[in-house]
């Protein structure tokens, strides 16, 4: 028992650690001379009060949004070839900023400054517990706190008008944004974005009638568990607290290995699973954004939804 209590600030330094060492992995890749540019870790502040909260709800403190930020050198600013406004990304459920070690270099070969930021909740951002119970539970509160966060970092960074791309549910969120700001999105880019489509209940019936029994009850398990608020990341962080050596904390760092595929052979496959984990299992992640804006299976909630089409 003492053991759940003491695990907050090591969880943490475990974190920041796994950061600082990814970044160092992230220099490998982008073909580019390490003289040429600068990556490193920043947190921009918050303030509670930009923040919009149910009435009677207040933050006692300010909250923080953490990013990577990979800026190109001035010996370096005279390539016409560059796009002058930087590219923001934001990434998807259960990961971090550095989700995208392989490409923050690369890109900028392209961009002279590109930031990954950590969405408020996850990553090294703020996490507090119950945050989004002070936001509402409607999907327009919701992202409507996620957005005026956004937008308070970009104030706070003194960017005018920036490239979005969003993967999975940063995607989602991208969008909501560029609704709320146009001005300020030069071009929103979505990598394989979530909950951009209504739910089809036609093509639901066809999954479930295409798989076996178990399979059906197995989903059909899943759907109560998630109308119940049982989400991915909070069913692991449950198992990772009872002991990092019992099958459940195995379940967790093998799933971890799993998304990172191609690099479960290299070296540095420790590193990438240790922060695998530390984003998207660490306690205190905002949990309670996906069984408000999303069904179980993906679909966006808001019955008004035309949020998105293939030709937007």
């Keep these: 028992m003492f053991r759940l209590f003491c695990k907050k600030e090591d969880d943490l330094s475990k974190l920041r650690k796994a950061e600082a060492e990814m970044i160092e992995y992230a220099k490998k890749f982008g073909d580019r001379d390490s003289d040429s540019y600068e990556i490193k870790a920043e947190d921009t502040r918050i303030p509670a009060k930009v923040l919009p909260l149910r009435r009677g709800k207040k933050l006692k403190k300010d909250l923080h949004m953490h990013h990577v930020k990979v800026t190109s050198l001035k010996d370096d600013d005279c390539d016409s070839s560059k796009e002058d406004i930087p590219i923001v990304i934001l990434h998807g459920y259960m990961n971090g900023a550095l989700y995208f070690y392989r490409n923050v270099v690369s890109l900028s070969n392209h961009f002279h400054t590109v930031y990954s930021v950590d969405t408020l909740g996850m990553g090294l951002s703020s996490r507090k517990p119950g945050l989004l119970k002070k936001v509402g539970r409607s999907v327009q509160a919701t992202e ?21 791309a969003g993967h999975s549910i940063g995607g989602y969120l991208g969008v909501p944004y560029a609704e709320q700001y146009p001005e300020r999105v030069a071009h929103l880019l979505l990598l394989t974005p979530v909950g951009l489509t209504r739910e089809n209940g036609d093509e639901i019936k066809e999954m479930l009638n295409s798989m076996s029994w178990t399979q059906r009850q197995t989903a059909s398990i899943i759907r109560y568990l998630f109308d119940c608020g049982v989400t991915p990341a909070s069913f692991f962080a449950i198992l990772a607290t009872i002991s990092f050596e019992t099958n459940g904390a195995k379940v967790c760092r093998t799933t971890t290995s799993r998304h990172f595929g191609s690099q479960r052979t290299t070296s540095s496959c420790q590193l990438l699973v240790l922060f695998g984990n530390g984003t998207g299992i660490w306690r205190k992640h905002v949990e309670s954004i996906l069984a408000i804006e999303f069904t179980w299976h993906s679909s966006y909630s808001r019955p008004d939804s035309q949020i998105a089409s293939p030709t937007s």
């Design 144 to 164: 409507k706190f996620f957005v005026e966060a956004l937008e308070a970092w970009r104030k706070a960074n003194g960017i005018e008008k920036f490239i979005l």
